[in-house]
């Protein structure tokens, strides 16, 4: 069975700091669809470091109940980066990925939308070209397919009732059962 993968390339070296897409990812987002603008709510946050003049796209990825242990140092083509300012995951050190009024995690979803986009909105904003979107086709077993699929309906569920109310539900329904 085929998959379309979608990923975005971060070219950070492009990236100007403009925040274009933080704002635009959040009012996307929005409830309703851009009524607001608050980049706290964006799964793509900007990471500046000022002093060294380097900014950094990072796309909300993973949830993590407990900060890590690794304070490692990258150095690429001279400049240095802590490993947190790579890091996707909505983690307890810090605010980054963090939807500001409930406190669940955020996740970037490719701004899936019904029809869908032919680019991500970020990607449409950034002028600079920092963000490449790219698609290519990759084979999975079904049952992988299948579990996607339902792990994809439970997020959207989630994002769109909120997770309380989701487990709520789900306790009520089995206790029907
Ligand atoms: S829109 Fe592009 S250039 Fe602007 S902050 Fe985002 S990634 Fe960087
Ligand atoms: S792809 Fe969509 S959801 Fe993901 S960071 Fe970009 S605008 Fe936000």
């Given at each position: ?66 900060e ?50 032919a ?51 789900v ?7």
């Amino acid at each position: 069975m085929k998959k379309i993968v979608k990923t975005i390339a971060v070219i950070v070296d492009k990236c100007n700091g403009c925040r274009a897409c933080e704002v635009i990812c959040s009012a996307f987002h929005a409830t309703p669809q851009y009524s607001s603008n608050n980049p706290e709510r964006s799964r793509i946050r900007v990471i500046h470091e000022p002093l060294r003049d380097i900014y950094v796209p990072v796309y909300a990825g993973e949830y993590a109940a407990a900060e890590c242990t690794g304070r490692n140092k990258y150095t690429i083509d001279g400049k240095d980066y802590d490993e947190c300012a790579f890091c996707r995951a909505s983690c307890p050190s810090r605010s980054l990925f963090t939807e500001p009024d409930s406190g669940l995690p955020l996740n970037c979803d490719m701004c899936e939308s019904d029809p869908p986009l032919a680019k991500p909105m970020c990607v449409q904003w950034c002028l600079s070209d920092a963000l490449v979107y790219e698609e290519r086709e990759e084979e999975i077993a079904e049952e992988d397919a299948t579990r996607e699929e339902l792990e994809t309906g439970l997020e959207s569920l989630a994002e769109k009732h909120g997770m309380q109310n989701l487990l709520d539900t789900v306790a009520r329904m089995s206790k029907k059962g």
